[in-house]
C-alpha cells in the first residue's frame, strides 16, 4: 500500500484546521473530508458534491473513545459493535449531542459515526485531533471512487492523500441504533453474517426503511450510477437480450462472471468484461471496473446478474441502483 509521508498527512491536517476540504482514503471508499465542528467547512463538501442539503454525512473518528463527543447515547447493541468492529466498515447512527451541527446531521437528532481502520485516514484523524465529516469523495450520484486518481478525476484541484487502492471497494455497512433493534440501513462492505453473528440473528432487522425513517442518500433507487447505461440480466436471458439490442444498433457490452451459463456462438462477439468468482472480490472491483468500461462509451452494458443470496446483497444493492439511475432517464 502506498502511504504519503508524515509531511503531507499534517499538512492536509492543517487545511483541514483551516477549513479546507481534503480527499483521504478509507478501506471502503476514498471520502471528501472536513472539519466536522466547522459548519462553513461542511456545507464545502455539500457544495463540490452537488448533493442535496438534508442528506446527512458520516462523522470519521479514531474509535470508541471519541464517539461519546458526539453521541448523546451509546446503547449496549452499539458498545458490542463498536468493539467488534471498529475500525472498520461500520457506520452506526445514534442519538446526536444537541452541539452535533444540523449542516452534519442534515437537520436530524441522529449521527453518523464511523472508525476507519485504512492506516492512512487513522493517521489524519489523529494529526488533526476531532472528527471529519466526510461522504464518499464523488460527485452526487455518481460512482465512489476507490483510487486516488479517481478522485483526482472528479475533483482535480481538491488535496487528495493516496493510500492505494481500496481493500473493500463498497461503502461500509450502516447500522441504525435508534429504535428498538438494530436495523441495516445500507448494506455494506461489512456482510450481514458478521452482524448477525455479533448481535443474534434475532437482533437485525433488515427490512426496507420507512417514510420516518432517516434519509440515506446512498438508499435513493437511482445512485452510484456509472455514466454507461447499465442492466442486471439473469445469465439465462443474456444472449437474447443482447441480440435484441445489437438489432437495434446499439454498441453492447457484457460484464460477466466466470463460469456463468452464457454461451451463445452465434451471437457476434460482444465486448466482454470478466468479473471475479467471489462476492467480496467482486464488490471490491465493481467501481474500478465501471469506470473503465466507461471509457469505451458503449451504449449498454449488461450484467450478469450475481446471486441472489445474502452474501451478494451489497453488490446486487449497487447494481440495482446504478441500473436505475438509467431507467430514471430513459423515462423523463
Ligand atoms: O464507506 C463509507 O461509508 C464512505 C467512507 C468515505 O466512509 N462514506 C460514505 O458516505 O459512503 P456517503 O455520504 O456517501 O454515505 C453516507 C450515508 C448516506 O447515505 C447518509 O444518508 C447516511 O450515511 N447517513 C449519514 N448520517 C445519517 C443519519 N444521521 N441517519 C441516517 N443515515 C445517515
Ligand atoms: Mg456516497
Known sequence: MNRPPATLIHDAARRLGAGDVVAFPTETVYGLGADARNEAAVRRIYALKGRPADHPLIVHVTGRDAAGQWAAEIPE??????????PGPLTLVLPARDEVSHVVTGG???????????????????????????PSA?????????????????????????GGPCRLGLESTIVSLIGERPRVLRPGALPLSALREAL???????GAADAS???????????????????VIPAAGLARHAEGLLARGLRVAVLRRPCGPWQNPV???LPRFLMPAGARAYGRRLYARLREIDRFG???LLVEAPPADEDWWAVNDRLARAANRHLQEVSS
Not at 77 to 86: Q, S
Open 267 to 269: 451471437l457476434p462477439p
Open 200 to 206: 443474534g440473528s434475532t437482533c437485525i432487522e433488515t
Open 77 to 86: 447493541a452499539a458498545r458490542v459493535l463498536m468493539a467488534r468492529f471498529w
Open 108 to 134: 436530524q437528532d441522529s449521527v453518523a459515526l464511523r472508525a476507519p481502520h485504512h492506516p492512512v485516514a487513522q493517521a489524519l484523524l489523529r494529526a488533526f485531533g476531532g472528527g471529519l465529516a466526510a
Open 298 to 300: 458503449f451504449d449498454r
Open 138 to 162: 464523488n460527485p452526487f450520484g455518481r460512482v465512489s471512487p476507490t483510487e486516488a486518481r479517481h478522485v483526482r478525476s472528479y475533483f482535480p484541484e481538491l488535496t487528495v492523500l493516496d
Open 213 to 231: 425513517s432517516p434519509r440515506v442518500p446512498g438508499a435513493l433507487p437511482a445512485h452510484y450510477a456509472p455514466a454507461t447505461p447499465l442492466e
